[in-house]
């Protein structure tokens, strides 16, 4: 090593003792330039998609087509041969393809002593342009970043949002940046009503809250189920022993009285001439719909009813005889409730069932009355579906194989589902990976909730989205309603949709701005969820390429929005968050827990990563201690 007085020399050692192989060197310049050409001949076979793009998208589309090109072959042997010269692999070059084998062409003829001619005229996007790019898109389509935290956060809003302003101030102090509205659900006066409470919560805040209202789009769901018997389930809490702690309670109440359940986990309907004769500390005795018996004890009366706890687990139907004695003469007085809701539908599915699938309402079963028939919201697609093709139920719970398929309806074996069996109910999701299927990318529920969107929303989610035809007909539905300004969200939630996805968001360019949906739930169920984690990488990237945001979405955080305790993977899987530019958590009772700790992990994720780069921070936890 050189002292700290020596002078080092500038002249570079023997060509026999350079650190790299000239010829190595060489090889790698060809097949850079290779590479570099197959680029541009991508761009001339994609001009007039890219031509269609919007100015500010231009460079973008480029880019994005470079990146394809490049991707298109196995680079693995070259990343390995670049990286052992000390050089850039290409493997963090998503948003600057292009400059990036540019850089590396540049740097391998300096060590070969060859002269380099710039080529930066030609690039679409720098290694700073192109992430400066992807921050402006993100800032035109989801509103400016809060300091200290680039990754948005999304939350879906309960209906109870179109009534309860103190919910919707909460869900922005604790760091709401964009509020999705779910046109799933509720109707348009809840959505205006929703989006008035959000408008001023943001004003009140001083901050700009995005409002981004989601299409139904074809959803294919399980139809309308018959419901099943009337019955009341009421059970104590018991502790980890199995000791009740705290009774259930039941409001017995007259039928002219006020509905009310703040005292009580259920209510039912008696004679008000039997209630009216009930006192505190009456005994009501009864055998449940098991035959087992059972005693309510009266702790509580107003002028509609009474309140009664039971320590014992009780189900009671319209036909349990309700009965207490009077205190003089013993005489019995019996009364059977009424106001029990009817469970839901539901038909229990086993291993090697038989299900039918059709158009037909549920009071109709057609051919075999032995076999479970199941109507389906979209029955056009059963003209599309094949025998041998899979089928999935409720986001994969319960799976089958179509065995045979007709115009009007499908029979398809249950070949997943757990040893018991699974309930399937109405309004359950219904997948065919499988099959291309050709629905219409905007239902007519769509174009109709497209009025409200062009109202009140910044920008729209497309469910569903397939091709790039369905991006052309959502613009062109939002310039008839005079809303071109509308963002639009591509949700990728079919194989279809992630097969096709360079080619939607090229179409998606021509809007104002867009961003894409990782929508998880419906992808890991047509792509497999062995294949979740590629699919879910590939979109990163692809998004990056084309410097359009991302919305990592699906199950963030759940289990702590719903308990109000979060499980160890899901923090890690919402780590992964700071990857995207935005995300989106789902409603729960402990919401405003879930954005506040999503807010932290991300604040933190924010130093040691952005996008695919590691970011070296100093790591202070194990700096050595000063000596003594």
Known sequence: MPTRHSRVSSTPPPASNLPWDKGVCLAL??????????MLAAEQRYARAIEQAGPHQRESARNLVHFLAMRATDLRDLQSQLASLGVSSLGRSES????NVDKVLGILHRLTGQAWQDLSAQEPAGSVTGPLLLQGHTDLLLGPAVRERQVRIMVTLPSEAATDPALVRQLVRAGMDVARINCAHDDATAWKAMARQVRRAAKRAQRDIQILMDLGGPKIRTGVIAPRAPVLKLKPV???LG????PARLRLLHAGAASSLADAEAQVVVDADWLARLRVGTQIHLSDARDKKRRWLVVASDADGVVAEC?????????TALNWKSPHGHKLHTVYPAGIPALPGAIRLRLGDQVRLSDEGPEHTPGDATIPHIPCTLPQVFGQVRAGERVWFDDGRIGGVVRHATPHGLEVEIVQARAG???????KGINFPDSQLDLPALTDKDLEDLQTVAEVADLVGLSFAQRPEDVQQLLRALQTLRAPQVGVMLKIETLQGFENLPEL???AMAAPSAGVMIARGDLAVECGYERLAEVQEE???CAEAAHMPVIWATQVLETLAKTGVPSRAEISDASMGVRAECVMLNKGPYIAEAIHMLDDILRRMAGHQTKKTPLLRALRAWEPEDAA
């Open 238 to 240: 018991r502790d980890e």
């Open 505 to 507: 968001l090229l179409a």
């Open 539 to 541: 979109m990163l990237w």
């Open 421 to 427: 069996g699974e309930q399937l109910m109405a309004d």
């Open 29 to 38: 310049i060809e097949r850079l330039w290779v590479l570099r050409k197959s």
């Open 243 to 246: 000791f009740a702690v705290q």
């Open 311 to 319: 320590l014992e687990t009780c189900y009671l139907t319209p036909d």
């Open 96 to 99: 600057h393809v292009l400059a």
